[in-house]
Each structure stands twice: as structure tokens, then as C-alpha cells.
């Protein structure tokens, strides 16, 4: 869980993991499941934790290790039933205690920053709202939303297990740096 990418196509992953990423997530918003099927097979072939950002079919018919959905995604139960890892999202103690009452193998914290990524999100919860969920719940926690190199360290003293990073993906090597350093 120490430092997942989120990309839409596998040379990016294959890089990524190559560098140090342990898990890549399939993430191509406005997606149908067909394209995900497409673009996702030759993720199957990689060294790491294979994640489908919130398509439960295209995670289970490319034998994905997981899925992640958002706050506002149902299939929780269906993914816990069919086996697969759960992720989910959240953006407050409140949501976070939720997620792991719903069987989140693991929650996606944040947005711990701005991010152009999801232009449309939350406000940040900062570092204090990233402690608090670490905090508040016993699954692992994954730092997201404007991590970086400059910052990931920050995240993992906050008590975050790892962090997810979109933007950040080709800077690989040097957030693996900074998580390694402050565990």
C-alpha cells in the first residue's frame, strides 16, 4: 500500500512499478467497461496490485486484485462478496469509520490537498484531517489529492500507510524517496 498510481495505460504503470509504485489503479474517468476491458488487460502482467478505479465488472473480468470506489458508488458488498480488495474513498473521520464498517480493505483519504484532479472535490482536509482519519480507524489509509514528492513524507508522519498520486506518477523514485524516508 506504500505508494499507488493512478494512470489510464500501461506503459505509465509499467514505469511506475518499475520505479517503486506497489500499487497501479486503472483510472480513466467517463469510461465504459469495454474501454477499461481494453485498456486494462496488460495490467494483469504486472509485478504489483492491480486495481480498477470504480467498475466493479471491468475489475472482476481483467481478474483484478481490486476496486476502488467512491463515496458516492455503490457495490461495496458485491466486491466484498466477489472477493475482491476494497478500497473506499473518504473525506472525514465520519466517512472514513463508514468505509471500514463497509469492509474498506483499505481508504483513499483526501483530497489531502487542492488538486486539478478533481477540480469538482471536497475541500482539502489538510494533514490534520488525514492524522484524524489515520486516527479514527484501523484499516490502512492512503494519502490522496495533491501528494507529491515535496510532500508524501508529510502524509506518512500524518500516519498515512502510503499515498496515491495521479499528477505525480512519472516522479516515481523520488516519492518512493521521501515515503522511505520517513517511515
Known amino acids: 500500500m506504500r505508494l499507488h498510481v493512478l494512470v489510464d495505460d500501461v506503459e505509465t504503470a509499467r514505469r511506475a512499478v518499475e520505479d517503486g509504485a506497489t500499487v497501479v489503479q486503472l483510472r480513466v474517468k467517463g469510461a465504459s467497461t469495454e474501454e477499461l476491458l481494453e485498456r486494462g488487460r496488460p495490467f494483469r502482467e504486472l509485478p504489483s496490485l492491480f486495481v480498477v478505479n470504480d467498475d466493479i465488472e471491468a475489475a472482476l473480468q481483467l481478474h483484478a486484485d481490486g476496486v476502488h470506489l467512491g463515496r458516492e458508488d455503490s457495490g461495496a458488498e458485491r466486491a466484498r462478496a466477489e472477493g475482491l480488495l476494497l ?6 473521520v465520519e466517512e472514513a469509520v463508514a468505509a471500514e464498517q ?5 481508504i483513499g483519504a483526501g483530497p489531502v490537498w487542492e488538486t486539478p484532479s478533481k477540480p469538482d472535490a471536497d475541500l482539502p482536509i489538510g494533514l490534520e484531517g488525514l492524522a484524524a482519519i489515520c486516527r479514527a480507524v484501523s484499516v490502512p489509509v ?15 508522519r500524518a500516519g498515512a500507510t502510503g ?5 505525480a506518477a512519472a ?13
Do not use: F, K
Open 87 to 92: 478500497g473506499l474513498s473518504a473525506a472525514s
Open 102 to 106: 463497509d469492509g474498506a480493505a483499505y
Open 142 to 156: 492512503v494519502a490522496i489529492g495533491g501528494v507529491d514528492a515535496s510532500n508524501a513524507a508529510d502524509c506518512i
Open 163 to 167: 499515498v496515491a498520486v495521479i499528477r
Open 171 to 183: 516522479d516515481v523514485r523520488r516519492l518512493v524517496e521521501a515515503i522511505d524516508a520517513a517511515r
